[in-house]
């Protein structure tokens, strides 16, 4: 991972650390600012956005209700 040091300006810094005190996970200035050159990065094509997982209800109702809380038992059910 290359590391870099950089000159930010005093209404860039003032900006960053009212970001971060208004985040409930306090992320740092490294992740801030990772995931400010990632998304400038994508919109201008030079970098592909990362997937996300999106798990959505199935569209036909079917199969075991519980099998979202006890999958584990369910899938070994499955293999008996």
Known sequence: MRQETIAIPDDLE???EEAIQEQPD???????TQAALREY?????YLRP??????????TPG???????????HI????Q
């Open 50 to 59: 990362r997937k996300v997982l999106r798990i959505r209800q199935a569209s």
């Open 76 to 79: 070994a059910d499955m293999h």
């Open 26 to 32: 306090t992320p740092t200035l490294s992740a801030l």
């Open 14 to 16: 003032q900006a960053i």
């Open 63 to 73: 199969g075991d209700p519980r099998a979202s809380i006890e999958h584990d038992r």
């Open 41 to 45: 990065l994508e919109e201008r094509g």
